[in-house]
DNA sequence: ATTTTTGCTTTCAAATTGATAGCAAAAATA
DNA sequence: TATTTTTGCTATCAATTTGAAAGCAAAAAT
């Protein structure tokens, strides 16, 4: 993979790794609906096509966001696992997801979230312990 | 230039206007640095070109994130303003700012930033208090 | 009066994205 | 066992977006 960073800038270099048009949705696919395969990520309301989802999953694998492995049953598909440093953008997801909710249905007719009334700190919290549990029951 | 919105996801939805290349490095320039003219943003690390930028400006106005003003001293100058909707990216800001800083030391050389032994629920209310107070000594 | 600056726009090339088809291996079904 | 279907991709090529450079008119500075 040879993108560059465009400067030193951590926000910059986070955009130049999951600022991309689908990155984000991906991680929230696997984040928040516990997604772990190519088929069930493919099937999202955005229905981002196959070429893209390829080079997207070796992208966001090659900075250690995801790890891909797979189960003994199912010798064909492959499943795909957040890392701690891909758990960790709950925060991120958690925010665009707030701030949306809150400002752009002037724009388009925002999905209800549920738990908004909850507290931003305990809902973020929930994501990730969440994840955690599935991973160990997996 | 009405860019269609893929879903109602309010997460898809805030990217469908923030999540492409440059916005985001845009809105972190007028509300870190507090830049206000085509120029000044032009001038960032990352040297955004002025067809992008000029395009860029434009889709945020419209989605209100900005504000395309003059004073009188100047009649050539532009200035761009964030809104209360722009403002309140800072959180996202803010979170992107701390991933960089926590997950991508190992493939990039990041800048430090300041201030982040301090809490990020006060680092996100300093960031807004800072910039409304700009704009009302304006 | 001339030069420089500003905030763009235009042009065109390069890179990225998207739609469709295809394909080999594995799994399911007959 | 043989055939069909599913899965996880890859290949191809068109459409869209991004990027580099140049240009330009109005305003400001000299």
């Not at 960073?5 to 949705?25: E, H, N, Q, Y």
């Amino acid at each position: 993979m040879k993108k560059e960073f465009r400067s030193g800038c951590p926000i910059a270099s986070t955009l130049d790794v999951v600022g991309d048009k689908w990155s984000l949705l991906i991680i929230r696919d696997m984040l928040l609906k516990h997604k772990k395969t190519f088929k069930e990520i493919s099937n999202s309301d955005e229905r981002i096509v196959p070429s893209i989802l390829s080079a997207r999953l070796k992208l966001l694998e090659s900075y250690k966001l995801i790890v891909k492995t797979k189960i003994p049953e199912n010798k064909k598909e492959n499943i795909y696992l957040l890392t701690e440093k891909g758990i960790r953008l709950a925060p991120i997801i958690i925010e665009l997801s707030l701030w949306g909710n809150d400002n752009m249905q002037e724009f388009n007719k925002i999905d209800s979230i549920p738990d908004l009334n909850l507290e931003k700190s305990y809902i973020i919290q929930s994501v990730e312990d969440n994840y955690n549990t599935m991973l160990r029951n997996f």
